[in-house]
């Protein structure tokens, strides 16, 4: 089983990245997955989830209405759109799966595995 975690850069205040959750050797429709952010310094924070059978998704506050979570089931991909980024939207991206588990919870321990991370650096 492995997570492959893209699309991570560096962008202005105000732009947009899209990153990109692909999945290998397990199928992601059944599993409830997340991104997650680590900033230097802080804990690791759940930036958004999405569950598997009604696509249901949850954000964080500080990120409601700039990023959008969404599932490619036929590319086994989850992707995080990223819009409006702003300096603290600056971290390390990981994504994370709960095996066929519908459902989203709120902390890492709870994931049962993870992408290897994407940085995501917003900066003028």
């Known amino acids: 089983v492995q997570l492959q975690a893209s699309g991570g850069g560096l962008v202005q205040p105000g732009g947009s990245l899209r990153l990109s959750c692909a999945a290998s050797?397990?199928?992601?429709?059944?599993?409830?997955v997340a991104w997650f952010r680590q900033a230097p310094g802080k804990r690791r924070e759940r930036v958004s989830c999405?569950?598997?059978?009604?696509?249901?998704?949850s954000y964080a506050d500080s990120v409601m209405g700039r990023f959008t979570i969404s599932r490619d089931n036929p590319r086994n991909t989850v992707y995080l759109h990223m819009n409006n980024l702003k300096f603290e939207d600056t971290a390390v991206y990981y994504c994370?799966?709960?095996?066929?588990?519908?459902?989203?919870?709120?902390?890492?321990?709870?994931?049962?595995?993870w992408g290897q991370g994407t940085l995501v650096t917003v900066s003028s």
């Open positions: 994370a799966a709960r095996l066929r588990a519908q459902h989203c919870r709120s902390y890492t321990h709870e994931y049962d595995y």
């Open positions: 050797g397990v199928t992601l429709d059944d599993d409830a």
């Open positions: 999405i569950t598997t059978s009604d696509h249901s998704t």
